[in-house]
């Protein structure tokens, strides 16, 4: 007893004085593996994103290949409730019924879900993922997988009319307007921040039950301010879905890092506190605000031909 009260002496002041570990920040777990967008490129970003707040720690699950056999699928099977809160770089293959269950069953109980940019491709089939992210586009979406969402003279509409689901422009640059500053999301932003260059989605489908649009962008498309920014209560969790972040490019930017730490802290939490304050370097609506990160271009790639 006498030789080990020393060393219990030595670890009570080492825990006394550690500055707060990684053990005390909100676990992520990003999932990716399978995209029509450079997912290899872009979770590196994410994960920046997210662990440069000082608020969340991340951890990344890749899913096998496209083509991958049941075996490999088999043994891919993430631990949802070991996280506050999971977020999908994903649009691929189905994923296995009992992952399928897992998630579902997570979000219900509580958990919180973020979908970036083509995770709302994904799973056109799934209909729990479905309510879940409110709307997606393409993968055969229609007016049956549910109403057009977008804003309309302040508020949200849901459009009925007949027509595919999930469209986009050429990338460019283009303000994102908030449609509810009373969100813990959106609280103390800008009223209209100029984005990177990234897709404007449009036109997106979906069951769109319990869900409210937060921030918006006026397509050259449709003409009509679609949703940039959500939220969806599904059962008892929370999902943040953003439309924004097509390319590594499109995320290095202050106004994407803020609104998905935000994003991903109310989804795990409820509010929005560790991630509250607006840098001082925020995007106005005239000019953007890039963020560095070694291994990414710290100028935009030249636009592409039309
Ligand atoms: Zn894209």
Redesign the pocket.
Known sequence: MSRLLPSLLALAVLLTFAPASTESRMRVLVIDGQNN?KWDITTPVLKHALESSGAFSVEVSTTPAKGADAAAWEAWNPKFTDYAVVVSNYNGELWPEKVRTALDAYVLAGGGFVAV??ANNSFPEWQEYNRMIGVGGWGGRDENSGPWLYVKDGRLFRDVSPGKGGAHGPQHEFVVEVVNEDHPVTRGLPKRWLHTRD?LYSRLRGPAENVEILAAARSDLTAELEPSLMVIQHGKGRVFHTTLG?ADYSMLCRGFYLTLQRGAEWAATGDVKLTAAVPADFPTEDKTSPVALEGHPKQLPPEPKK
Do not use: L, S, V
Request: charged share 20%.
């Open positions: 967008h940019h083509a897709e097509h």
